[in-house]
């Protein structure tokens, strides 16, 4: 070896030192927004993109180890290298990136668990399809369905891409958005396009956010559409005998609300005939308005308190009759609970229990819980929480 290559080692051995180094120096903070109580939404939300895309952050841990034993290595025959004290400083890179993989390697292990148990075939090509929740296409129509207190209350419809012939009317999924504000319908459209070509009408419907202390407007602007839905089924082809009412986080908690009280209990915002739904799904919707927030919530106190009190200020005597768990008793719905197993907002406790009571009063019920999946995990389309969702979504829709 020439003498220009010996003094090059040395340089080698202190860049990947410097690489090692760098690279537990991003993931330990990383690490620290998917485990840690986060003051703001926004560090929570990053913390949501580490635990999805947790293999990435393995491939890169997996990188600072390698280079951390190339930095740590002696040299044969001895001469220059990093002085002893950069061996050691090698050794503790390689041991916290060493921690990192591990770390990292555990919410896509524990999905393969998951997958497995709901015979899913995970695709590595579909995770990399990342963050992308455009449709390539939008709503067939957009049409206002109600117009209440002075609101014109609009929906989304979604039709398969291809019909097929003598298929006869289709099923109908009534698709409630969620979000910490009012919105409107269709932020997700990938999901709306794809639940349209399995087969399926989808109607993507806005309502009124949560009122103030008025637990009834938004589930009854739900019943309401879901009144023009079956008024109209005809017009778009769809068997109003067939309706499955889906939504996310609040929409979900909506969904369950409308399907599992009567028009007694909560009439609809307008006037619109009782429906009667074939099956409910709710992804991380609380179904027990009236149970205590953990304390080991990754939000800061401040946040969990505004979210609390801010979003949906509540009377203290309509907790109680604003929760779906109330209502719950023999013949509902067959019930779809999509969980993630740390979720922020709708702890994986409270929806098991609120699953064991569904199985005390005999209703039909699914429960999927992806393990180290967070709220609003569905965002990620590639993702293996939503892998696996499609996947349990496709054969309870078929399940009849």
Request: glycine fraction near 10%.
């Amino acid at each position: 070896m020439t003498d220009q290559h010996k003094e090059r080692r040395p340089w080698r051995r202190r860049l990947a030192l410097a690489g090692a180094g760098l690279i537990a120096a991003i993931l330990l903070p990383a690490a620290a927004t998917a485990l840690l109580p986060m003051p703001s939404l926004e560090l929570w939300a990053i913390g949501l993109l580490v635990l999805e895309f947790s293999l990435v952050f393995a491939g890169v841990a997996l990188a600072g180890v390698v280079l951390a034993m190339i930095a740590g290595r002696r040299r044969p025959g001895g001469g220059h290298g990093v002085s002893a004290g950069g061996r050691r400083v090698a050794a503790v890179f390689g041991a916290v990136n060493a921690v990192m993989l591990v770390a990292a390697l555990l919410p896509a292990v524990s999905a393969w668990g998951t997958a497995r148990k709901h015979d899913v075939p995970l695709s590595l090509a579909g995770y990399l399809d990342g963050l992308s929740t455009s449709a390539g296409r939008g709503p067939d129509e957009t049409v206002r369905y109600a117009r209440v207190g002075g609101e014109d209350l609009m929906l989304d419809v979604w039709r398969p891409s291809a019909t097929v012939p003598g298929a006869g009317r289709l099923p109908v999924v009534v698709n409630v958005h969620g979000g910490a504000e009012d919105a409107p319908q269709s932020p997700f459209p990938r999901w709306d396009a794809w639940l349209a070509d399995s087969g399926h009408v989808v109607f993507d419907v806005d309502y009124r956010f949560f009122r103030p202390y008025d637990w009834k407007s938004s589930p009854g602007d739900v019943k309401c559409a879901l009144g023009w839905v079956v008024r109209n089924a005809e017009r778009y082809g769809a068997d109003p005998t067939r309706i499955t009412l889906m939504g996310q986080s609040a929409g979900g908690y909506l969904s369950l609300l409308a399907a599992y009280t009567t028009a007694a209990d909560l009439p609809p915002s307008c006037d619109v005939p009782e429906v009667k739904l074939a099956a409910v799904v709710s992804w991380f919707g609380p179904g027990d308005a009236t149970a205590e927030i953990s304390s080991a919530f990754r939000l800061s106190e401040a946040v969990r308190r505004r979210l609390a009190e801010e979003t949906w200020p509540l009377a203290d005597e309509d907790w109680k009759r604003a929760s779906p768990s109330t209502y719950i008793r023999p013949g509902l719905p067959r019930t779809l609970l999509i969980q993630g197993g740390r979720d922020i907002l709708q702890p994986a406790e409270h929806t098991r229990a609120f699953a064991a009571r569904l199985a005390d009063a005999g209703v039909r019920y699914e429960l999927a819980e992806i393990p180290y999946a967070d709220h609003q995990f569905d965002l990620v389309w590639g993702g293996f929480g939503s892998q696996i969702a499609r996947h349990v979504i496709q054969g309870f829709l078929s399940g009849g």
